[in-house]
């Protein structure tokens, strides 16, 4: 059993980064708060978890720095083929970056679930053929309406 240092009472003395099980627990959490509407249309997407971005990805989407990449959308959105895979097709894919959501998390006041039931939301709006700038959009009607 591990001491506690005598000078160190606080619960973050010994408190580790949250790790990739730590991320699937919080993004099933916020799978399971869904409205079954919404469950139902993600039924063929992955949810996959990885400290980064993949390099080939990076490159791709002119992205230097790893930790400016959250979240990723891999496949087809539903507005462009429905929501049954055609043949040959990959699942659809939601990608959390753990390492970068760290970085957001430790560099602003939100709590960690947040940030990621945040960014797996965004995701799934591009599963559903959302652009980024539909997004902020819906994000900022909303912060209007409250």
Request: aromatic share 8%; proline share 4%; hydrophobic share 40%.
């Amino acid at each position: 059993m591990a001491t506690q240092h005598p000078y160190r009472r606080s619960s973050w003395a010994h408190a580790k980064a949250p790790d990739l099980d730590a991320f699937e627990a919080l993004a099933s959490e916020t799978l399971a708060q869904l409205p079954n509407e919404i469950l139902a249309l993600c039924g063929h997407v992955q949810i996959s978890l990885a400290d980064y971005a993949e390099d080939d990805i990076l490159n791709a989407m002119g992205i230097e720095d790893p930790h400016e990449l959250l979240g990723l959308f891999e496949g087809v959105g539903l507005a462009q083929v429905g929501d049954e895979p055609f043949t040959g097709q990959m699942p659809n894919r939601i990608w959390l970056y753990r390492r970068a959501i760290l970085d957001y998390w430790a560099s602003g006041d939100e709590t960690l679930g947040d940030i990621v039931s945040h960014v797996l939301i965004h995701e799934i709006g591009h599963h559903f053929g959302l652009s980024d700038e539909d997004m902020e959009r819906i994000e900022e009607a909303a912060d209007l309406t409250m």
